[in-house]
């Protein structure tokens, strides 16, 4: 019995192995075509706690998963350098968007089991020669990140503000 267990335990973990480290997985695990974003007080959100937001303290939709957005003392467009220079580091790939129109669509991987997650970042001025950000990260499969949406989008805020600060006087908030 203990064999069979045991060959059963291979097997399993073998083929999880051969999936997992062939692609197949990232294929079977479709990311699908998210919905177009309208960020703002009344965008629609997940019933599930499968995601966070970063938004201006005046535009957040109402939801205990979010922070307020920055005040970045930069351009729009050096924000959204920093942010399009940063996201490699976080798995992040590019979709569509760019640094020029100030909106990106990401889609990034969890790193074992391969789960797709969306995130959408809109720059917007604020009104005072610097810029905010919205941000969206969200989950496509699962009913609970366990805070991961919300760690990857503080943690690559962080980098953006410590590339700026390399190049830039930075940002305060």
Same mark, same amino acid.
């Given at each position: 019995?203990? *064999?069979?267990? &045991?060959?059963?335990? #291979?097997? @399993? ?23 177009? *974003?309208?960020? @703002? ?8 706690a499968n995601y966070?937001? *970063? ?6 939709? $109402? ?9 970045? $003392?930069?351009?729009?467009?050096? !924000? ?6 940063? &996201? /490699?580091?976080? /798995?992040?790939? !590019?979709?569509? @968007? ?5 909106? #990106? ?9 391969? #789960? ?5 970042i809109k720059v917007?001025?604020?009104?005072? @020669?610097?810029?905010?950000? #919205? &941000? ?11 805070? $991961? /949406?919300? $760690? ?22």
């Amino acid at each position: 019995m203990v *064999i069979i267990l &045991a060959w059963l335990l #291979f097997v @399993g973990a073998l083929t999880f192995a051969v999936i997992r480290f062939s692609g197949l997985l990232d294929s079977m695990l479709l990311a699908g075509e998210p919905a177009d *974003i309208r960020f @703002g007080p009344d965008m629609e959100l997940p019933k599930a706690a499968n995601y966070f937001v *970063i938004c201006p303290h005046d535009a957040c939709p $109402k939801t205990h998963r979010r922070a307020p957005s920055p005040d970045f $003392k930069v351009a729009p467009d050096v !924000l959204a350098t920093a942010l399009q220079g940063t &996201a /490699n580091a976080f /798995n992040m790939h !590019l979709i569509e @968007g760019d640094a020029l129109s100030l909106e #990106f669509r990401f889609l990034t991987r969890t790193p074992i089991m391969r #789960f797709p997650d969306w995130v959408d970042i809109k720059v917007v001025p604020n009104g005072q @020669g610097g810029s905010r950000i #919205f &941000a969206y990260s969200r989950s496509v499969y699962g009913n609970d990140d366990f805070g $991961k /949406n919300e $760690k990857r989008l503080k943690s690559w805020m962080a980098a953006a503000i410590a590339r700026m600060s390399g190049a830039t006087s930075g940002q305060t908030g």
